[in-house]
């Protein structure tokens, strides 16, 4: 059952994501110990849980940057196990650390992140713009950035490639005020123009409002998926 | 698949008295040592010795068959190598790593009987003009390298690929070093061909193709073992995985449970 | 392909400059080596001008090593490499383009050498196009070879110790090699140096080929 309704629409869609009994370790450590999961466009799914629930190992395999151990999926029409390359091409990811090359400046980390991701390098003025990173930094080496600043600046290489499928890991975490409100309202925009975003984190009085289905994760495992507008659960 | 060679021999199920010895290992190893003997037997009394080298000559009853085993044994780890990399297959990658333990030994014995014969015949330990000697030595070395890349990380499957990488750059880089440098150059002071050119006597060349079936037969002796331990901990580590899986999905249990009152 | 090659290149030489390691540390340990080389052998002057293009290539080997660790070490800081699996460029366009990169300082290193060769041994150069040939050949060779190591070893804990344990052996032909086709540059041996030029390209040749095949393998497991 890998098509639905996307909510808002009468579009019958290609699920997004789409996971079956899927085991993930890290190391020895089972990080996934049999995930289920079905994701269809234009969701917005807030996954939450506790410290060491496997929430980051979900985006990192929804990301294609593990392999799996057992189990089987699609993410993005591209299968988890074999395309891999195919998938982390056209994600967005924000994982914990920035994937940002420390000693070079900010336009330039953008740049080559735009180049790699065939997009107009023109697009990275207007990212940086979009999230309020000044322009004074803009020559300055990333390893003299302020954490949030750094944040900022990871956000703007997500934003840079316009990705069909967001995978957020704590996008509020280190952020200002001003920030987090620009997160939000970058996940909304992102939703409205039918892309779909996976978003990890633990501001449920933030995040509750701007997504559209709830999962619960423990252990390594889904147990509990329910949403306002779509019922997923079993 | 082959995985059942191992697990009948772990004692009736009980893992405590895992061992990896059976019935058929244990006649196998006392036909290897009653070669052995013989071998030596045969090598160092009853060949003659030759008219050029004198007894130096019986050295070489080691050298060669360990120097072949030192390739059959390398190449062992080649193909398991590329099996590891193509099919990730656990069984090849416990035979590549068997067989590259295995192999290095033989190659220390290669080098060491060679150069001990050298002396008298050559007359030096060790030529570095000789570019078979030379790169006998680099294969060595990158495989003693390629101990240290296994030993480096645990179990993890990357490790496997990494030392497969390390495998393979040797299989194909040594011949073509090897092949190429005595084919431009032409600098070696190894005979060629000794053996068929029919110089040697009738009881010196038995010894040498006796002394290769020994050296085989210590090889799969070996090899049988050494796999055997590292199927045993592949094993294990699958077990340790199941209970670390088991204890994962209670944690998502409970918390499910726990979780379950706002769900329809 | 090339714009990937380019931009990964780019990116590396960037950074190298930026931090100034190549031009205020490797050169200067580079020259220390070849001195201290100097020191060991001057009391023999005829067995130090015989001995000047393998000391010479044992110098551009401890750089390789350096050059290497530096190159691995910016892939492997704070998630970038994270970065360039997401990014999606071909492995084979980050093999090459790191690998130029690597080249690129090693030559740089090597034309302070020749220098240093020239002043401190003596040396007196027969044949020009035959050291500058070796030079970019041998380099080609050794950049590919360490390039590829280097990722090998990218995330073994001990890596700086690792490196050079695969390093030395992989590279042994393609120094000796290399030092052949110095002796017959230098003058210092009668040799075919262009025989072993031809060798050496061979290696080359080899090294490359197997890197970007195995490049792709090792970029994969994360």
């Not at chain 2, 059959?72 to 990658?93: E, N, P």
């Not at chain 3, 090597?110 to 060769?117: A, D, R, Y």
Request: proline share 3%; aromatic share 6%.
């Amino acid at each position: 059952m890998n098509r639905g309704v996307v909510p808002g629409g009468s579009v019958l869609a290609m699920a997004i994501i789409s996971l079956t009994g899927v085991v993930a370790l890290l190391g020895r450590f089972p990080g996934l110990a049999g995930v289920d999961l079905t994701v269809e466009a234009g969701e917005v799914v807030l996954i939450h849980g506790p410290n060491g629930a496997g929430k980051s190992t979900l985006l990192r395999v929804c990301a294609g940057l593990l392999r799996i151990e057992s189990g089987h999926g699609q993410v993005l029409g591209h299968d988890v196990r074999s395309e891999r390359p195919a998938i982390r091409r056209s994600v967005g990811l924000l994982g914990h650390d920035t994937a940002l090359y420390e000693d070079l400046t900010v336009t330039e980390n953008l740049r080559f992140w735009a180049r790699a991701s065939r997009v107009e390098e023109a697009q990275v003025p207007t990212a940086l713009d979009r999230l309020g990173v000044p322009s004074r930094i803009h020559d300055v080496a990333v390893r003299h950035l302020s954490a949030g600043q750094r944040r900022r600046t990871a956000l703007a290489a997500v934003v840079v490639r316009r990705p069909r499928l967001w995978l957020l890991d704590e996008p509020h975490a280190g952020l200002d005020a001003g920030g987090r409100d620009l997160v939000d309202a970058l996940v909304k925009d992102a939703s409205s123009a039918g892309a779909t975003v996976m978003l990890a984190s633990h501001e449920l009085d933030r995040t509750v409002d701007l997504a559209t289905r709830h999962l619960a994760v423990a252990g390594g495992m889904v147990v509990g998926d329910h949403g306002p507008e779509v019922d997923h659960a079993r | 698949m082959t995985t059942q060679v191992a697990a009948q021999d772990r004692g009736d199920g009980d893992p405590t008295r895992a061992h990896t010895g059976s019935r058929a290992t244990r006649g196998l190893g006392l036909v290897v040592l009653a070669g052995l003997v013989a071998l030596v037997l045969l090598a160092f009394f009853a060949a003659p010795p030759d008219d050029e080298q004198g007894d130096a000559v019986r050295l070489i009853f080691i050298h060669v068959p360990s120097a072949i085993l030192t390739y059959v044994a390398f190449f062992t780890t080649a193909a398991g190598s590329a099996m590891w990399l193509w099919k990730r297959s656990s069984w090849w990658d416990i035979t590549a790593h068997a067989a590259a333990e295995i192999g290095v030994m033989f190659c220390a014995l290669t080098l060491f009987t060679g150069s001990i014969w050298g002396r008298p015949t050559w007359n030096t330990y060790w030529d570095w003009g000789d570019v078979r000697l030379v790169t006998t030595l680099i294969l060595f070395l990158l495989m003693v390298g390629y101990l240290v890349v296994r030993s480096s990380g645990g179990d993890d499957p990357a490790v496997s690929t990494r030392a497969a990488i390390v495998g393979l750059l040797a299989a194909i880089n040594i011949p073509i070093v090897n092949r190429s440098v005595e084919w431009w150059f032409d600098r070696t002071l190894h005979q060629k061909a000794s053996l068929t050119d029919g110089k040697l006597e009738d009881l010196t060349l038995f010894t040498l193709v006796f002394g290769l079936v020994v050296g085989l037969l210590f090889f799969v002796w070996a090899m049988i073992h050494r796999f055997r331990v590292g199927w045993l901990e592949h094993q294990a580590r699958a077990e340790d995985l199941d209970e670390a899986l088991e204890a994962r999905r209670s944690e998502a249990a409970a918390a499910g449970s726990s979780a379950s009152g706002g769900e329809a | 392909m090339l714009a990937d090659i380019a931009a990964v290149a780019g990116k590396d030489l960037r950074i190298e400059w930026r931090s100034r390691v190549t031009a205020s540390q490797v050169i200067p340990f580079a020259a220390l080596v070849l001195v201290l080389f100097g020191f060991a052998l001057d009391a023999n002057r005829p067995v130090l001008e015989r001995a000047t293009p393998g000391l010479f290539w044992m110098t551009v080997l401890f750089v390789t090593n350096l050059a290497v660790q530096r190159s691995t070490s910016i892939e492997t800081s704070d998630g970038a490499r994270r970065a360039l699996l997401l990014a999606g460029i071909e492995p084979v366009a980050v093999f090459v383009g790191k690998a130029l990169a690597v080249a690129v300082e090693l030559l740089a290193v090597e034309i302070v050498l020749v220098g240093g060769v020239l002043v401190f041994y003596g040396a007196e150069i027969d044949d020009w196009g035959l050291l500058v040939l070796t030079c970019v050949v041998a380099t080609m060779a050794v950049a590919a070879a360490g390039t590829l190591l280097g990722a090998l070893v990218a995330g073994i804990r001990a890596r700086e110790t690792v490196l050079p344990i695969l390093l030395l052996p992989v590279l042994a032909p393609v120094l000796i090699s290399a030092t052949r086709a110095f002796d017959d540059a230098l003058g210092s041996v009668a040799v075919q140096g262009w025989a072993w030029l031809g060798l050496l390209a061979g290696f080359g040749v080899l090294n490359s080929g197997l890197g970007a095949l195995a490049y792709g393998v090792l970029l994969e497991e994360t």
